[in-house]
């Protein structure tokens, strides 16, 4: 599994949505820009303290790492109040517990005026803005949004180490069907397991406090909060057709065959969509393989005349 490729960088202060739009939304490219929490109050106001006082006493939904679940959305596994998680990961001590999904803007409205839908996700769904916490070396498993929208994930708090791949490696990184999670781990791979791994690429990069990142619809990605901290997450529309009908389809006709098919035959189901997922990487893996052969024109006196890739 190959993770240098070079993500594009630009400081926040430099792009203007006309560029967003005709290189990074179109193309669907990610992108990292530099600083851009800083444009908004957010930026220079939001840490641990101050998000203490205004949210405070709010009981908010804990997410376990150490409890697995089958889909992806599923209810907190406790509750506790904000003040009290912010002081577990703001010690800077391992934790599993995080917060995922947390509509912090419906919860507290007032909150969007320090940190207000950006331009460049203007539209449908540019209102749903999310916060994500998490502590020092929580992960966030290998998956891709189900409803398959653009994100602009904005680090406000703490460095976040993030592994992204494209889409088309679908079915090379063993994505289990019916949903947006894959079977492996893209931190430690293993290729002996999951042999088709080795023809994938992708991008392994640290978010810093202040950068954005840009995900077009339906790229993989994995977390790990290297510290304490926040992300803020905003959501536009998938551009192309493709997109919008996989966003539609993942979450309804399939999340909901999937839920269906699991509540019948449990484990069963799961061993299926595991083999599923296998069978599906073999046969990418043979396409690959066979590509990647020489092709020999030999001429009637058994001389090699041409060896070339194909």
């Known amino acids: 599994m190959d993770l240098s490729l070079h993500i594009d960088t630009i400081n926040a202060d430099e792009l203007t949505t006309e560029l967003f739009r005709r290189n990074y939304l179109k193309k669907s490219k990610p992108l990292i820009i530099k600083g851009f929490s800083n444009i908004f109050p957010a930026g220079k106001k939001w840490d641990f303290d101050y998000l203490k006082k205004r949210l405070g006493t709010f009981q908010v939904g804990i997410f376990d790492n150490r409890v697995k679940t089958s889909t992806a959305y599923v209810k907190p596994d406790s509750y506790m109040p904000f003040s009290e998680y912010l ?50 070396n929580t992960t966030v498993r290998f998956h891709y949004d189900i409803d398959a929208s653009n994100v602009l994930m904005t680090q406000i708090l703490g460095r976040k180490r993030v592994i992204l791949v494209s889409p088309e490696y679908n079915r090379l990184i063993y994505k289990l069907p019916f949903s947006s999670f894959s079977l492996i781990d893209p931190e430690q791979p293993d290729l002996k397991k999951f042999p088709a791994l080795r023809y994938v690429k992708g991008y392994d990069f640290i978010l810093y406090p202040g950068d954005a990142l840009f995900m077009p619809s339906r790229y993989w990605h994995f977390n790990t909060y290297l510290e304490g901290g926040m992300a803020v997450s905003y959501r536009s529309m998938a551009h ?23 509540s019948l035959f449990k484990e069963k189901w799961t061993e299926y969509k595991v ?5 599906r990487a073999d046969e990418e893996l043979r396409k690959a393989t066979y590509s990647m052969r020489e092709y020999r024109v030999i001429k009637p006196d058994k001389k090699i005349i041409k060896v070339e890739q194909y």
């Not at 966003?247 to 699991?262: A, E, Q």
């Not at 083999?275 to 069978?279: G, I």
Request: hydrophobic letters at 45%.
């Open 87 to 136: 002081d577990i990961i703001g010690s800077n001590e391992e934790t599993p517990l995080r917060i995922f999904l947390f509509n912090i803007f419906k919860e507290f409205p007032e909150l969007r005026k320090e940190f207000p839908t950006p331009v460049i996700m203007k539209g449908i769904l540019g209102k749903m803005g999310f916060a994500f916490f998490g502590g020092k």
């Open 240 to 262: 192309h057709t493709d997109d919008l009908y996989n966003g539609l389809m993942n979450t309804t006709v399939r999340l909901v065959f999937d839920k269906l098919m699991f």
């Open 275 to 279: 083999q599923v997922a296998f069978d």
